[in-house]
């Protein structure tokens, strides 16, 4: 019996899936997948940092269930979400002579999950995959929902499509091989789910932080409740016409400062997405939408995690501002040229924004500038 501590179900229909939760699960994936999807091949996609720390469990699991597979191993990063990595992985499945009704396996963080997710959606017209995300953001957001895709430059997930996995298997023991800086840009995400319509939320990872960090109980717990949340949104907005923006919150700032730092190391995407909540909570502020002293609190906790709040704390040289509103404009939520934000009234009071002056965005983010 797999050791399962959390399962959560995303109810779309036909296309529903489960999420499981626990330790150790990628040493149990044969026998899972085994019972689950009998008679499949496996194809696994993943990098070469996770090949190393996570991919003999995974195929040990395999083999030991009796399961074919083969490998796809790309470079770690996220300029691997980009065309030409896309075509080797897709060229990957068909020389492996993977089926339309064999799996992909999307090992690794949410640059592998999106890519892979993508590759499956259009190898032989599409294919099932199951996501194994091995990095906490990956675990609470992006290997739920659907979403995939790949990089542009013109902009961040530009280019892709909606595809859901047949299952989600979280195991919360990879997450202990992951660096200080990964495990806090991970942490961004699980913040923005207090943030966005659950302040109680927010206000027990106030309590938790320590005991998410250290990885006790509150840390499956954590992931759980973000996992349900999203299900949630995903089941009443599976395609992002309407409410699921609001998981965009912290993005659009985010996305524009990852194109404009080159999505390199210089920031991760949670990073990103951290400052991005900090400056999109400071632009409420300053046009009276929220109060100030809930931005401070913000900014607070998520440097207490251990993460950057602010441009400054970008190494290097920024871009110009006309530049970042260039990014900015590129975004998914723009509408006839109209720039939608997800703005807020305070902690846990999110909402979606529509043509946002773009003047009073490029103000605040001269200020913001210093």
Sequence with gaps: MADIAHSVHVALGSRAYDILIGEHLLDQAGTILAERFPGRRYGIITDDNVAAAQLPRLLAALDAAGLSHGEIVLPAGEATKSWALLGQAVDGILAARLERGDLIIALG?????????????????????????????????SSVGGKTGINSPHGKNLIGAFHQPRLVLADLSTLDTLSPRQFAAGYAEVVKYGLIDDEAFFFWLEANLAEIFAGGPARGEAIARCCAHKARVVIEDETEQGVRALLNLGHTFGHALEQDTGYSDRLLHGEGVAIGMALAHGFSAQQGLAPSQDTGRIVAHLQKAGLPTTLADIPGTLGSTDALMAAIAQDKKVSRGALTFILTRGIGQAFIAKDVDPKAVAGFLNDRRG
Excluded: C, E, K, N
């Design 109 to 141: 963080g949410g640059v592998i999950g999106d890519l892979a997710g993508f590759a499956a959606s259009i190898a032989r017209r599409g294919m099932g995959f199951v996501q194994m995300p091995t990095s906490l953001l990956a675990q609470v957001d």
